[in-house]
């Protein structure tokens, strides 16, 4: 059973900037395209955007294009998401997730086949 690991998540104040990191505790990381999501308070989870596995393409949530960038680091079987001119809004629990059934394209939550536990990135002042 695959597992992902977030970390990187912490208190920012509006306008900072912070990098995600997610690992995997197998190889198989390097495999397959690799999604970021994220969940406010009491809204639904969404898709930020993904990676595919030769890290030749991405895809971003037309909010995100521009202050979010996802990339990837086969060697160390990591994937980043590094995120610019944080707002308020953009506190929620970040999640990655890797899918083995589906090409990185718009991620959708049922396409993605394992998850990691979240880290919580909060902006504020």
């Known amino acids: 059973q695959l597992q992902l690991v977030e970390s990187g998540g912490g208190l920012v104040q509006p306008g900072g900037s912070l990098r995600l990191s997610c690992t995997a505790s197998?190889?198989?990381?390097?495999?397959?395209?690799i999604a970021w999501f994220r969940q406010a308070p009491g809204k639904e989870r969404e898709g930020i955007g993904c990676?595919?596995?030769?890290?030749?393409?991405?895809y971003y949530h037309d909010s995100m294009k521009g202050r979010f960038t996802i990339s990837r680091d086969n060697a160390k079987n990591t994937v980043y998401l590094q995120m610019n001119s944080l707002k308020p809004e953009d506190t929620a629990v970040y999640y990655c997730?890797?899918?083995?059934?589906?090409?990185?394209?718009?991620?959708?939550?049922?396409?993605?086949?394992?998850w990691g536990q979240g880290t919580q990135v909060t902006v504020s002042s």
């Open positions: 197998s190889a198989t990381l390097r495999s397959y395209p």
């Open positions: 997730a890797q899918t083995v059934q589906a090409m990185c394209a718009h991620p959708r939550i049922y396409e993605y086949d394992y």
């Open positions: 990676i595919s596995s030769n890290d030749r393409f991405t």
